[in-house]
């Protein structure tokens, strides 16, 4: 691990475990903003982590931005932290510098209408299922016209807004937009081409179902050890044994996989096959995340099934990151497609080109 | 918040070059090497082969000079898998150069290592395992394969059991019982290297469900071996064999044993636009992609001295579903029943991996031990 990776794991680490307790998520859940604890985050500069240090940030890589993203997933950490990371990053690749505030993005769907000429550019439309879309200031989302495709930053206040959850009751809500102004605009580059919020909302949930099946094993490891049935812990059962000792393996295949595509996010662009890595990672840790829901609530019996009991916090979410920007089945298809066509005697050459 | 501790790893510059050297050596030497004997993997027996390779210098390459070229275990890595990956014949070499050799390199003595590692290197002289019993599979430590004091050395009686290969190879390293009882377990076991050549040695070949002669019972009858043949200190032979076990479990053998058939499977589908068939492919890959990244991460700990046993441990539990999954997934997409006589290069392919993958989850620890001693690293035992 980098210095860079051990600092900010120790700083997400005393940081979220002081500020993320049951009621901080109980409360986030029922629609109240965590002021607290986005203060908090932006005190200690892990918005601009990944932006360039010419424009404010830290110029952190994605290897090492891993630490921050994969401590969000192991906290559940209710805010759209992750979204506004990825944004102003994109946002600083283009030489554009990000605006301060909430930053969330639509990473996926159909993109908005864009109208009028240079100068004047308006957009239109429904961006669906957008991560704390009521809560931000701003929007990254794609938009198309017959003949120009671009990335707009859009001001959160001019859209109207139908507030909806994920499973894990995170904000995904649906924005219209008609006949906006957009704040930024920058036309597809050879670094970001169409989808590619796609691809980095990808890894970006992988990274944190990575860490939250951790945190399921954690809390696994801590309840068979308190929890005691026929007058010994259930952590001396081998069954119980067995189970866990498959969640540790899927969450460690989780994290290397998701490591391996932030790592390949540093050094590939989308348009030299970036989403191979991420297909990887989303596709492996998106398994993994579901043996550790499943395994997880199987150990815990009945108080895990309870609203008391943290652990649904972690579980809910990672069902809704697993089916987020892809599901295991829709990665696995593009992936299988170019391995089939790709040929049998070529696959292996391929795999070991990779980084 | 981290039970284990596996850093990305990144392969050495130039490996490239020595990754297509094997290539080309494998294109020239096994063009004609039937695609179904390909699908047999690393329990291919081919003595030839083993010597050519040693010949390129591509056997004990991590071994100090004179006995290898110090290389990392990296490089290493890279001609295995690509050996792996090929399905070449490899198995008359593949327990001395992974793991006897190491063993005698690390806990051996000078007159051991002189004696033993050139031909391990050269591909001339094959080790075997000698750890399983009649009564003694999963439970290691209950051996009772005794070696008494003698003058000059240990008189050994008892028996070994599924010992691959044991009829063609010239040494076993076997766990024996030096001191004390079955009650003691751990304490008292040493590894002594036995030559197979003995005539108090008997071998019995055993055959599997496949109708192959890989395996086999080896009995010692009153066997004298030499006080240099013992490996390491004697008493030490657990702690010994669990270093061994760290070689043993985390390399691209434990998941490629299948990949054979997978690269048959993909041919066959190479037209086809079921969505099932890429979703499934797509998953095996991902799988295949993030075993390598693993196991690799373990190599690089073993290279920098690191017991990596609880990670290597994971990568056989992950690896071996991976390998088993591989038929499973076959059968799942491709309707036809494998004929074993006359069948295609996928048929027969499947048949053999098919009924071989339900010993890659017995060979080298259960998958029940395995996690048993996960869940040991994770603090549950």
């Not at chain 1, 989808?195 to 801590?222: E, H, K, P, T």
């Not at chain 2, 008493?235 to 270093?243: D, E, L, R």
Request: hydrophobic content about 40%; charged content about 20%; overall charge negative.
């Amino acid at each position: 691990m980098s210095e860079t990776s051990a600092i900010l794991a120790e700083t997400c680490n005393r940081l979220f475990s002081d500020l993320i307790k049951s009621e901080t998520l109980r409360e986030s859940e029922l629609g109240v903003w965590p002021d607290l604890v986005w203060k908090k985050i932006e005190e200690n500069g892990l918005l601009f982590a990944m932006v360039s240090e010419s424009y404010g940030g830290s110029g952190v890589k994605w290897i090492d931005c891993f630490q921050i993203i994969y401590s969000s997933g192991y906290y559940s950490v209710p805010v759209p932290l992750v979204e506004t990371i990825i944004c102003s990053w994109f946002l600083s690749q283009y030489n554009k510098v990000p605006p301060k505030g909430i930053i969330t993005f639509s990473g996926g769907g159909k993109p908005l209408d864009l109208s009028g000429s240079n100068n004047s550019y308006k957009v239109s439309g429904v961006i669906e299922r957008v991560p704390w879309g009521s809560s931000a200031n701003y929007v990254l989302a794609e938009a198309h016209n017959s003949n120009k495709q671009v990335y707009v930053l859009l001001d959160a206040k001019t859209s109207k807004n139908l507030k909806d959850k994920n499973i894990g009751r995170e904000p995904r809500d649906s924005m219209t937009f008609d006949n906006v102004c957009p704040t930024i605009i920058v036309d597809y580059s050879e670094r970001f081409m169409s989808n590619s919020l796609l691809v980095y909302a990808a890894l970006a949930r992988s990274v944190q179902m990575a860490g939250g099946a951790s945190a399921v094993l954690d809390n696994c490891i801590i309840y068979s050890r308190d929890r005691e049935q026929f007058g010994r812990p259930l952590a001396k059962f081998q069954a119980i044994q067995q189970q866990l000792a498959i969640l540790a393996a899927e969450a460690a295949a989780a994290k290397i996989s998701s490591q391996i595509a932030c790592r390949a996010a540093d050094l590939i662009d989308v348009s030299s096959g970036l989403e191979f890595e991420v297909a990887i990672a989303k596709i492996r840790a998106g398994e993994s995340a579901r043996l550790a829901a499943s395994i997880g609530h199987q150990v815990h019996g009945a108080i895990g099934f309870t609203d008391e009991y943290m652990l649904h916090y972690l579980t809910r979410r990672l069902w809704s990151w697993r089916s987020e920007y892809g599901s295991e089945s829709y990665w696995a298809q593009r992936m299988g497609k170019a391995v089939i066509t790709g040929g049998a005697d070529n696959l292996w050459a391929d795999i070991t080109a990779r980084l | 918040m981290q039970a284990f501790n596996l850093d990305l790893c990144e392969l050495p510059p130039g490996v490239d070059i020595l990754r297509e050297e094997v290539r080309a050596f494998l294109f020239e030497t096994l063009s004609s090497y039937p695609k179904t004997s390909r699908a047999r993997s690393w329990m291919g027996f081919d003595a030839e082969f083993s010597s050519k390779l040693g010949d390129r210098g591509w056997l004990g390459m991590t071994w100090p000079e004179p006995y290898g070229k110090s290389c990392s275990s990296l490089e290493r890595y890279v001609v295995i898998e690509e050996l792996l990956a090929f399905g070449a014949p490899v198995a008359a070499h593949w327990i001395g150069e992974r793991q006897s050799g190491p063993l005698i390199l690390r806990f051996g003595s000078d007159k051991q290592q002189q004696k033993l590692l050139p031909g391990i290197a050269s591909g001339k002289s094959f080790f075997c395992i000698g750890m399983s019993e009649p009564n003694s599979g999963s439970d290691l430590a209950s051996i009772n394969t005794q070696a008494k004091r003698a003058k000059g050395g240990w008189i050994v009686n008892g028996q070994k059991i599924w010992t691959t290969y044991a009829q063609k190879c010239h040494y076993m390293i076997a766990l024996v019982r030096t001191s004390g009882s079955i009650e003691g377990r751990h304490g008292g076991l040493s590894q002594l290297i036995i030559d197979l050549r003995d005539p108090d040695v008997t071998v019995f070949p055993i055959r599997n469900m496949i109708g192959d002669e890989e395996f086999n019972e080896v009995k010692f009858d009153n066997v004298f071996v030499s006080d240099s043949m013992l490996v390491g200190e004697e008493g030490n032979g657990w702690q010994q064999v669990i270093a061994e076990l760290a070689f043993e479990r985390s390399g691209p053998d434990r998941f490629l044993s299948s990949y054979g058939l997978m690269v048959e499977l993909i041919r066959i589908l190479y037209e086809t636009k079921d969505k099932h068939a890429e979703v499934a492919i797509g998953r095996l890959t991902a799988h295949l992609f993030t075993l390598r990244q693993m196991s690799l991460a373990v190599a690089a700990v073993l290279d920098e001295g690191g017991q990596p046993n609880i990670e290597a441990t994971v990568i056989k539990d992950l690896g071996v579903a991976f390998e088993q999954l591989i038929p499973e997934i076959a059968h799942d997409l491709i309707n036809v029943s494998p004929n074993i006589l006359h069948g295609s290069d996928y048929e027969k392919s499947l048949a053999y991996i098919q009924q071989a993958c339900v010993s890659f989850s017995l060979r080298g620890g259960t998958t029940e031990i395995l996690r048993s001693i996960i869940a040991k690293g994770l603090g549950l035992r």
